[in-house]
Every structure is written in C-alpha cells, then in structure tokens.
C-alpha cells in the first residue's frame, strides 16, 4: 500500500487506515469475533494506520486494538481523549490527560501511544496555553509520541494547525463534505501538520448500499443521532438530510469505475485531495477491512469526475452543510 508521512509525526502510513469507532459502539452490534476478524484483515491487507477513542465502548475499542498490536509490528496507533466527561473547557487540564492517559495505555498495553488526540474539545480549547503547554509535557515525559486534535469545524483546524507541536488534524472529509479544501489542508500542507480524514463514507451513505427502506438499529447512531440528540449531527451522514443524500449517491454512482465499488470510490476521491494523510473507513467485519484497503490501489480519479462530485456537492449537499462546519 501506498504510504505518506503523518504530519509532525514523522511516521509513514498507509493511506488507508482503520476507524474504530464501529467496533465500539454507536454503530450497531458488532461481535468481537468479527471485530477481531476486521482488524486483522485490514493490518494482513496493508493497513498500519489504526484510529481509536477511549469512549468508543467505553475502552472496548481500544483493548481491542491492543490485542492486534500483540500480533503485528509496525503499526501506528492513534486513540483520542476528552470526551469521557460532560464537556467544558476546564476538564482539559493536566490531571485528567494523566488520568485519560494511564487508561488509554493500559486498553492499549502500551507505554507510549504513538499520538493522542483531544476528541473534538470547545472552541476555548483551542486559545489556551496551559492545555498545548500539558500535552508537551506528556511527550516530554514520553507518555505520548506526538499529539494532535480531531476537530468539528474548519476553524477549529486552522487553530490547531496554527499551535507549533500539533502534529496532525482529524476532519470530516468526503464527497458530502469540501469545505476543509478551500482552506485546512492548504494550511496543513504549508504547516507540515498531518490531516486525518474521518467520516469519510458519510456514516456509509457513500457505500452505495442504502436506500430509503433501510432500517438502522436502535443502538445505532444513524438512528439516535440524526438531530444531533446525543452529539454533533455532523457526525451523522456528515449532517446530510437522509433522502437529500440518497439523491447524491444516484447522482455520483454512474462515476464509480469498473471493477470498484462505491465505498471505493469514494476513498480514492478523499486520497486524490492534495494534504490527506490517511483515511480511516471503519469496518464491521473482514470483507468491509479488505474493501477498504483495495481502495489504495485505485488509480487516482480524473479531473472531469472531480469536477462532477463538485457540482454535485454543488447543487445538492452545499446549502446544508458548508456554512455550518
């Protein structure tokens, strides 16, 4: 697989990564064995690059991560603290990234994680010394490698890609979501700071594979969170409408190549953005892992069928969703 260097990390990954979340929770039952068989798919498929939080489940992502780290070398892990607590700024001080931190390393049986996230913290965040002066100290005291922040809006990235030792940006990006490229990763690029493409199947609305009928299970964000009851909606189909989105995916399946899915498609379109570091599809099971990473061997798509996706995105998806995030 092809790799790229993770911003300030310095590490090479492979552009396609794993996203843990859906072995968590939120996303429907997945059972441990196939969480297990996804994972191991997806690193025997040349994927190095394994995303996780320590909300997801509750730990249950990330001990799960840690047991494929027992089987493989040469993995880079990334997991993501803060959101355990009702948020404010004040919850993110050195005492908890400590305490987050022992917990995060313990699920993961490692002593250093190779970079830690702040999980989509308040804007005040951003602004404030103390918190970028802790995380070094972490690094310093090698509890951590490097750090860096998944965030819900572009202003939110230009703040942190502005913070000298921030190493790498989490994002929304994909065909339902253009706005980081008019100006996040320009600056990412300039800054040398990584970008990490999350969402990037629109919570799978870019697989191809729903229709109107569908029915998501209760304990299924796609079904909780289509308002933004329990998060940001953003998080839910990129905070596309429902039926608004199946009427893109008509409009942008007759791209797809021959001899790719959807799902593929779509991933080769985030590689193809000139600052992506890596993507990280989840996977609910070993056939979606290896899916995913063929994705790396697309060759890139051409300027024509960039263009359509943004009219498309023009026409369809703008009016919702380039003001708010």
Known sequence: METRVLGRTGRDVGVVGFGAWQIGDAWGEVSEADALDALHAAADSGVTFFDTADVYGDGRSERLVGRLLKEYDGLTVATKMGRRMAQSPEIYNPDNFRAWNDRSRANLGVDTIDLVQLHCPPSAV??????????????????????????????Q????????????????????????????????????????????????????????????????????????????VGETFSGVDYATGLAAVERLRPLVPEGATMAQFALRWILDQPGVSVVIPGARNAAQARGNAAAADLPPLSADVHARVREVYDELIRPLVHHRW
């Open 126 to 155: 951003y602004a404030d010394d103390a918190v970028f002066d802790a995380l070094d100290a972490m690094v310093e005291q090698q509890r951590i490698a490097a750090y860096g922040v998944s965030v819900e809006t572009c202003e």
């Open 157 to 232: 990235a230009l703040a942190a890609i502005r913070r000298p030792n921030v190493a790498s940006v989490q994002i929304i990006l994909n065909a339902f979501r253009l706005k980081p490229l008019e100006e996040v990763l320009p600056a990412a690029r300039q800054a040398g700071v990584g970008v990490i493409a999350r969402v990037p199947l629109a919570s799978g609305l870019l697989s191809g594979r729903f229709s109107a009928d569908t029915v998501f299970s209760a304990d299924d964000h796609r079904a909780f969170n289509r308002n933004g009851e329990a998060f940001d």
